[in-house]
């Protein structure tokens, strides 16, 4: 199969109640573990690339990685996405060389602006058979190297989603509903703790995401932020040289909720990076002695297909649905 837009795989999503896991990648080991555990759970699939994973990679290297996974995982469907396209010509150059779907996030600007910078990435990619994430809302956390306090955070006005969809065209909707960049989502002030000191954060505004789907009914939601910031990999890292207190994500029951209602596409960046680092920083200590990249690479990639496979199953619920 050749690589896909996400038109079906949301549709198919949206009436059966799961989400479609999308996955950063920035090499390698990352595109094969992601794409080995959703060839091996038959799970629909987005590989998304970010700006600063096009500035450290190079696009062809990437988009070839990308179209590598295809061809070695015929059974399953895979869309090469843009993630947080900060302007029109980083769409157009995606959707130029070869992505079947970019986002266009202007959610940073006024509304009227954030509409006229949507609509013209939409009117070019859908003349090009490409689909078009937009946003509206402002999550806390840092991406690329956009930083944004809670403080300048902004939940998305349920309000605005009508107006906005209609007039832009968008094919998604990435909407702020308490989820955030990073590994460190919530500041303890913002938390509780639970018996054994873990950081326990505010729920999911689902008042918000509720008011949101009523007032666009069938319409595919995007959830970003969406790290659970599994504790073992925390703890991992940490008694292994690492430096990592009170980093905490977004607790899966409540992701699962999401994908049961209107979220089709789950963000997953940060729970591959935990994984990836704290399998190596492991493999170091272990065996200070070794330098061979082969060696500490290949646990590494099979950490990042487990937490994969884990998030397919429990979290998005997309296994068996390729
Ligand atoms: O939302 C941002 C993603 O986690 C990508 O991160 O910009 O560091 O590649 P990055
Ligand atoms: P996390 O930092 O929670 O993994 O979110 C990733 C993301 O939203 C990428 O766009
Ligand atoms: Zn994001």
């Given at each position: 199969m050749a690589l896909v837009t996400s038109k079906e795989m949301f549709k198919k999503a949206y009436e059966g109640h799961y989400a479609v896991g999308a996955f950063n990648v920035n090499n390698m080991e990352i595109v094969q573990g992601i794409t080995e555990a959703c060839r091996e759970e038959k799970a629909p699939v987005i590989l998304q690339v970010s700006k600063g994973a096009r500035a450290y990679a190079n696009h062809t290297y990437l988009v070839k990685l990308v179209e590598a996974a295809v061809l070695e995982c015929p059974e399953i469907p895979i869309v090469l996405h843009l993630d947080h396209g900060?302007?029109?010509?980083?769409?157009?150059?995606?959707?130029?060389?070869?992505?079947?779907?970019?986002?266009?996030?202007?959610?940073?600007?006024?509304?009227?602006?954030?509409?006229?910078?949507?609509?013209?990435?939409?009117?070019?990619?859908?003349?090009?058979?490409?689909?078009?994430?937009?946003?509206?809302?402002?999550?806390?956390?840092?991406?690329?190297?956009?930083?944004?306090?809670?403080?300048?955070?902004?939940?998305?006005?349920?309000?605005?989603?009508?107006?906005?969809?209609?007039?832009?065209?968008?094919?998604?909707?990435?909407?702020?509903?308490?989820?955030?960049?990073?590994a460190y989502k919530f500041t303890a002030a913002q938390c509780t703790r639970n018996a054994e000191g873990i950081l326990v954060p505010p729920p999911l505004r689902f008042d918000v995401l509720e008011e949101v789907s009523r007032r666009l009914p069938g319409f595919p939601i995007v959830l970003h932020g969406s790290s659970s910031v599994p504790q073992e990999y925390v703890k991992m890292v940490n008694e292994h040289g690492g430096k990592m207190p009170d980093a905490v994500g977004i607790p899966e029951e409540q992701l699962r909720k999401a994908a049961s209602l209107s979220v089709c596409k789950i963000n997953v960046d940060s729970d591959l990076r935990l994984a990836l680092t704290g399998t190596i920083r492991q493999f170091f200590d272990e065996h200070p002695e070794k330098f061979d990249p082969r060696e500490y690479l290949k646990p590494a990639r099979a950490a990042i297909k487990e937490i994969v496979r884990h998030k397919l199953i429990h979290v998005m619920g997309c296994n068996g649905k390729a």
């Open positions: 900060p302007d029109f010509e980083t769409c157009k150059s995606c959707i130029d060389g070869g992505f079947t779907s970019v986002m266009i996030d202007a959610s940073s600007k006024p509304f009227e602006e954030n509409i006229a910078i949507t609509r013209k990435v939409v009117e070019y990619a859908h003349d090009h058979g490409v689909v078009v994430e937009a946003e509206l809302g402002t999550l806390a956390g840092v991406e690329d190297d956009v930083k944004v306090s809670a403080e300048d955070s902004s939940y998305t006005r349920p309000e605005e989603v009508e107006e906005f969809v209609s007039k832009t065209g968008c094919d998604s909707l990435a909407i702020a509903i308490g989820t955030s960049h990073g």
